[in-house]
């Protein structure tokens, strides 16, 4: 089937006031219920395949009758052929095609949100972060931080964990914490308020909790691992944020299931020691590497810089919210540029270059005019042979004639 635009369309559009009134309502509309509910409906990606089928086969039909138009005038409009320039038999087609994209990138992006924001969060949780916190008195050290005013390794440690959980969806995260010294102990258990996390993580002396002696960081490591056993399967972020100044009892041989990621975060100066009670005290940073390849995780020495952002978006434990649709955003952005350029191209193109060639040049080439002399020639000739006769040179030849005759 062929389909030319013979006609320009009609270009319909509202007054002034109609639009002010639109766009004053549209807000208020989306906001019902029921705009609600049409927002909700379009999000499934089941609708928005139908509402772009349905869309297709709509512009289909219009393309049939449309093309059955033209063909009553084929002749009138390509000459005597009836038939227009080769190229156009694709145009039905993209121009169905163009309108599916065209309505299936519109219900996309009307739909969209980058930045959701939920005050309830989720019953279940997707994800979890496991904090292995050192509570030992050598965290109370005063020589963290990126700042020329040093902060305890404490302090600091609980800003690099904060600066992490800032960059990851709370609403489906929950963070349980696990303090060790001598021994360990949970602190807090899938929490998913942050204030909590930063109260409990801003230098509180919880060594006083704890016999002294030796910090034992696998006991620490080993308790939480304990705590994450009954989670789903690659669901849990592992955290251990320690000064490394560490003796005791063996490492864990086996992560359970739930364990998808592993960071140790060193705090404290590597390169200058601290005398505490007697005995040296700086961050340990050759063992904080050995127990991260125990875990099969990362080491990241924290005491100035915080975890990087790429370090994060590299652990298969975190699904960002907010980026998670980027890909079908451009693409819903290549879909409306793709189909509303081939629409909006599809008109002028036939209008110019729909009829052949052929009949195009006959058309524009122009008519030849006659020279002035044919022209009085053809005039003159014609004039003579529409010249009524004259009455009295018909009376004379009949008087002419002889009498036997007349």
Known sequence: MVSLQLLPSATVGFPCDAATAWSSWLPVCAASPAG?????????????????????????????FHAKRIARVAR?????????ALWTAVVPGARIVAAGLLAWGLGFLATYDPIEIDTRPAKNASQHVLLCFDASPSMHIADAGPDKEKVSRAVWGGKVVQAILDRLDMDITRVTIV????????????????????????GLPMYAAFEPGGTDVNKGVLEALEQARPWPKKSALLVVVTDGDTAGSAPP?????????????GVGDSNRTTPLWG??????????????ARLGGLYHDGNVKHLPSSVLERLSMIQPRVGADVALRDLALFAVGLGGFT????????LVLGQPRAYARSRSRPVP????????????????QHARPDRSATSASHSSLPESLA
Do not use: C, H
């Open 76 to 84: 009138l409009a390509f000459g005597s052929t009836g038939k227009p």
């Open 36 to 64: 609600t509910w049409a927002a909700e409906t379009l999000r499934n990606p089941g609708v928005l395949l139908m509402l772009a089928l349905a869309i297709m086969a709509l512009v289909a039909v219009a393309e049939w």
């Open 179 to 202: 303090a060790f010294y001598t021994d360990a102990l949970p602190i807090v258990k899938e929490t998913f308020d942050k204030e909590v996390v930063r109260n409990v993580l801003d």
């Open 253 to 265: 041989n086996r992560l359970p299931s739930s364990i998808a990621d592993s960071i140790v975060v």
């Open 343 to 350: 629409l909006a191209l599809a008109t002028p193109a036939l």
């Open 279 to 292: 005995r040296p005290s700086r961050q340990d940073s050759a063992s904080l590497r050995q127990l991260a």
């Open 369 to 384: 005019m006659p020279s002035p002399a044919f022209r009085s020639k053809v005039q003159g000739k014609g004039a003579g």
